[in-house]
């Protein structure tokens, strides 16, 4: 039974045509310009500038029901990305080392095959999960910093991931997905009702520093493959991706240390004032 479903699931994620003979070709292929992502990022900003304070209000009932089917697409594409991408890499990687440093030049990696039709579903899913900061408008709720920046640029970083052909781009591919099946699983309960412990949320934002973390880990290994066995293939689209990610880490430990150390010290307040009460 298992290994019928493995079976299965590799033909559909992998060797299904439209997966195994995917090319990426820039002009051609849907959304590979870099004018268009430039463009969904500006139209974004100006979405975001223009519906801050003008959103329209939805019934509440509305905004559930909205938000739940939106955070089940994602969480059902991210799992999908994460296992697809696994799956392909598995198949078609001729070495370990391919997973972390592909090698130098167009006709050595060319943007083609399995690994990379995943890529390109990425690319296209943060064009989607634009529609967070859109549920957050129409909640009338604040929003930050990191989120319109984290939402704007990662469509950059993911266009250059198949422009540069970039090393370690399988691996990053799978962690994000990864901590997104958890995130949108939060997310779901939370749109559907069901309250988790404030525990839960702050283990959500953890989990995402924790990727960061990851990350140089394997570009270490990454690092190390390119300077010590022959180079690697998109390291400019390597070096925008890092700046990126610790622009990020710092981001998410601010916000880590506001949102929840703040919420501790109110904590140790108020046990301290019910103390001095019952004195």
């Known amino acids: 039974m298992a290994a019928a479903l493995l079976r299965h699931a590799r033909w559909l994620l992998v060797e299904r045509p439209a ?3 995917f090319r990426w070709r820039r002009g051609v292929t849907p959304a590979a310009s870099p004018s268009f992502a ?13 519906l801050h304070r003008r959103a329209p209000a939805l019934p509440p009932r509305l905004l ?15 799992a999908t990305m994460a296992a697809g991408c696994v799956l392909s890499a598995a198949a078609t990687a001729p070495s370990p080392r391919w997973v972390f440093c592909f090698p130098p030049g167009a006709d050595a990696t060319p943007p083609s095959g399995p690994v990379f039709y995943w890529a390109h579903v990425f690319y296209l899913s943060k064009i989607y999960e634009l529609g967070d900061t859109l549920l957050i408008l129409l909640a009338r709720r604040p929003l930050t910093f990191l989120h319109v920046y984290h939402h704007a640029v990662v469509i950059v970083m993911c266009y250059l991931w198949l422009a540069t052909r970039q090393s370690l781009m399988p691996v990053a591919l799978v962690t994000n997905a990864t901590v997104h099946v958890v995130m949108y699983g939060y997310y779901l309960c939370c749109s559907l009702g069901l ?7 702050r283990a959500v934002t953890e989990l995402q520093i924790v990727q960061f973390l990851f990350s140089f880990a394997a570009s270490v290994v990454m690092l190390w493959f390119h300077f010590a066995g022959g180079g690697c293939e998109g390291m400019a689209g390597w070096a925008f991706n890092a700046v990126f990610n610790a622009s990020l880490l710092a981001l998410f430990l601010d916000f880590h240390g506001a949102a929840y150390a703040a919420a501790t010290g109110k904590k140790k307040k108020r046990s301290s004032n019910s103390g001095e009460k019952t004195e």
């Open 64 to 78: 559930r029901a909205v938000s739940a089917l939106h955070n089940t697409v994602l969480l059902a594409l991210s």
């Open 195 to 201: 309250r988790w412990p404030p525990r839960w949320k």
């Open 19 to 21: 997966v195994a003979s």
């Open 38 to 50: 430039a463009a969904a990022v500006c139209a974004y900003l100006a979405a975001v500038l223009l």
